[in-house]
């Protein structure tokens, strides 16, 4: 899942922040698009990658834990529509 | 081990038998009967600070994840995962809102409720192949904290931990509660010394007879001008339900004088006086002893003591610390030390910095004291694994004439609660060991069994595969 805005996104010039632990590693940039910015986040050992806007990273300030346990659930790809319902 | 019920006799006479410091059978039964059902010290609370937070500590070969959920509660989770058993947190330490196991990738909250099993409806079927939901990781059977210190106990009929400490908590304020908002941790340095787990603890309970012998280089050097034969032997010591300690006599003086001879500064002392009783201030201003080393049954101990840390300092120029310790049997002959600096929270960043230096300077694995100790503990170890030492009971009766009556009578007007004397003897060691002789002579209770993920059918039976 590499996000196509990477490769015409602008922002070699950003620092790059790593964050990790014994389970995770990420790093995260500040990107510009032509008439905006996301945050990309990415991991390098799984090679998935991220970029949010402004609204999905706010989305995120509301969410609760059991959200975010949704989104943790399945390492392997989005939120299952079962998981949903479950 | 030789006939069980004798080696017990001459345990609670003080007559120790010199094998019990290096005995597969005998460390087979404090497996079983002490440590898997006694009050065990994990971490302290300022270890684990923030939500996510988390540490990994054991009893014996059970590895625990010790952790602050994001609802601020500390957990002790045991660090295995539901499906295979694989070892959940690796790192001895870290921060993470979720665990995910590095085999099949289940994922758990820090509270330890499993959130995710990958393909759970293509390989269990959802729910009903697996019920995930209400699974969590299994919580240490029991667990308190006291100042802040966590205990936890692997018998789910443990005493309470209140209950069991007893008394004791009267001199462990000492160590942990300086003032209201109580102490803060560093470390632990974590080392293991070819030496039997309760030597150490025995010492730390009321060894004050080695002092001058084996930590004599320390008050050559200059680094400690208390353990000379003469001040140690007028220290009292003192046994109080499941702990004791020893103690220094200080020279006259009121509470506050008293604190300023062993370093503490004004606004330090002015904090104990508020948060320590009435009768814990006259242990120090009408008694005039001052707490140094003690041991909790089984296996923590702690040590207060106030060197003198710049070298170029005037001699009265000391500066006090604190640190606690656990001895983490690996086997009948080797031992891993935890060893944590305790410090006051409110102190001054200047105090703590040189309180931190005495620390360094006397124990943890640079310590001065500490390669003292271990060097004896390490040689009676080994020696204590031939066949000679079969036939050898210790003589550990110091402080009991003949007839068992103490040399001394106990201190009338001690302001401590248990019993005290002044004076050399090994009364400490003799209730250690005594607790230790009644631990291992209590039977045994059954188990019980957790199944994980299993539907409990209506019936009330479980559900066996077709
Ligand atoms: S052992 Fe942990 S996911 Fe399989
Ligand atoms: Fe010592």
Not at chain 2, 59 to 77: K, P
Request: net charge negative.
């Amino acid at each position: 899942m590499k996000d196509v805005r990477l490769e015409h996104a602008n922002g070699a010039e950003e620092p790059v922040i790593e964050l990790g632990n014994e389970f995770a590693e990420v790093q995260i940039r500040k990107i510009h698009t032509r008439n905006g910015v996301r945050l990309l986040i990415s991991s390098p050992k799984s090679g998935h990658s991220i970029a949010l806007c402004p609204l999905e990273l706010e989305a995120l300030t509301w969410q609760n834990q059991d959200s975010l346990s949704l989104l943790i659930n399945n390492p392997y790809g989005p939120i299952e529509q079962v998981q949903l319902n479950e | 081990m030789n006939d069980l019920s004798q080696m017990l006799a001459d345990v609670r006479r003080g007559m120790i038998p010199a094998y019990v410091y290096n005995d597969e059978e005998v460390f087979k039964l404090e497996k079983e009967h002490i440590f898997e059902r006694s009050w065990i010290f994990l971490a302290h609370e300022s270890e684990i600070p923030e939500p996510g937070d988390y540490v990994v500590r054991r009893i014996l070969e059970d590895n625990f994840i010790v952790a602050r959920d994001e609802e601020g509660q500390v957990r002790v989770m045991f660090n295995m995962c539901l499906h295979r058993g694989m070892q959940i947190c690796r790192a001895e330490l870290g921060n993470a809102s979720h665990f995910r196991c590095s085999y099949h990738g289940w994922s758990y909250r820090n509270d330890g409720k499993l959130v995710g099993l990958p393909f759970h409806n293509e390989a269990y079927g959802g729910e009903d192949g697996f019920s995930k939901s209400g699974q969590s990781l299994l919580p240490a059977p029991a667990v308190e904290t006291f100042n802040g210190l966590i205990f936890a106990n692997l018998d789910p009929n443990a005493q309470p931990f209140r209950e069991f400490l007893g008394d004791f908590a009267f001199y462990l304020d000492f160590y942990t509660r300086q003032s209201g908002d109580g102490v803060e941790v560093r470390g632990p340095q974590r080392w293991r010394v070819k030496s039997n787990w309760k030597i150490g603890a025995e010492n730390a309970a009321g060894d004050s007879y080695h002092t001058p012998q084996t930590h004599r280089s320390v008050v050559e050097i200059g680094l400690f001008r208390e353990p000379t034969g003469a001040k140690r032997k007028e220290g009292a010591l003192y046994w109080c339900d499941k702990g004791g300690g020893t103690t220094y006599k200080l020279p006259p003086g009121t509470f506050r004088e008293r604190l300023r001879y062993v370093g503490y500064t004004d606004e330090m002392i002015d904090r104990m006086e508020s948060s320590w009783s009435l009768e814990q201030k006259r242990l120090i201003s009408d008694d005039g002893f001052m707490i140094s080393a003690a041991t909790l049954f089984p296996s923590f101990s702690l040590v207060h003591n106030w060197p003198k840390v710049d070298a170029n300092a005037d001699d009265d120029e000391v500066v006090p610390f604190i640190t606690m310790r656990v001895w983490q049997p690996i086997s009948a002959t080797e031992t891993e030390i935890l060893s944590w600096f305790i410090v006051d929270k409110n102190a001054t960043e200047e105090f703590k910095e040189a309180s931190y230096k005495g620390y360094l300077m006397c124990f943890g694995s640079t310590g001065m004291f500490e390669q003292d100790d271990v060097e004896n503990w390490v040689s009676i170890t080994s020696i204590a694994g031939g066949s000679m030492a079969r036939r050898l009971l210790l003589n550990s009766r110091m402080g009991l004439t003949s007839a068992d009556k103490p040399l001394n009578t106990p201190l009338a007007d001690f302001h401590g609660p248990g019993l005290a004397y002044v004076g050399y003897g090994e009364f400490n060691q003799r209730a250690l060991l005594k607790e230790w002789a009644d631990c291992i002579e209590r039977p045994l209770d059954q188990k019980e069994q957790l199944a994980m993920g299993e539907k409990i059918l209506a019936s009330g039976t479980k559900g066996r595969e077709k």
